[in-house]
């Protein structure tokens, strides 16, 4: 009737550790046992600990691209939006002559100005994926831009282009 648990039997243990004898009886009570073992010894016992090790991986995770944020310039996934607020203004010029708001609007997917919460390099890298993308010869695009009321910053593609 009573087996043996680290060289002691289940009544043994019980005189020395008091404790589990309520273990035990809780554990048969809820029937998360079916002999005399103590309850931590059960197959669910193992989930606390990967729990809190999934729990750890994702705040790491997010601890470390908020640090790779703030270090690259560039965005990254995360609860709260960016907290650099870009002012800008795109021109554009075709043949040698401006271009309208409207087509700058329509060609880039964006406003040809005004205000972004996040930062510069991903405002230049739309710019200049979309340029990169039609490979017009005679087109010339200028982003002036402040990060956070900072110095004006002038952007050009291709690089050194004036109209």
């Not at 016992?45 to 705040?59: A, Q």
């Not at 002559?97 to 005004?114: H, M, Q």
């Not at 695009?141 to 593609?157: C, D, I, K, L």
Request: hydrophobic share 40%; glycine share 12%.
């Amino acid at each position: 009737m009573y087996g043996v648990h680290g060289g002691r039997t289940v009544a043994e243990e019980r005189l020395l550790f008091p404790s589990s004898l309520i273990t035990c009886n809780i554990g048969r009570a809820l029937g998360h046992m079916h002999d005399d073992r103590d309850i931590s010894t059960s197959a669910g016992s193992w989930w606390p600990g990967v729990r809190g090790t999934l729990v750890l991986v994702f705040l790491m995770a997010q601890a470390a691209g908020i640090v790779w944020g703030r270090v690259s310039g560039e965005s990254f996934w995360a609860w709260a939006p960016h907290d650099s607020i870009v002012d800008y203004a795109i021109d554009a010029w075709h043949g040698g002559s401006v271009v309208a708001r409207a087509a700058v609007e329509a060609r880039y997917g964006l406003p040809a100005g005004g205000r972004r919460y996040e930062p510069a390099a991903d405002l230049i890298a739309v710019v200049r994926t979309r340029d990169a993308r039609l490979q017009q010869s005679d087109h010339c695009v200028r982003v002036t831009y402040r990060v956070n009321e900072g110095a004006r910053r002038t952007w050009s593609w291709p690089a050194g282009c004036a109209p």
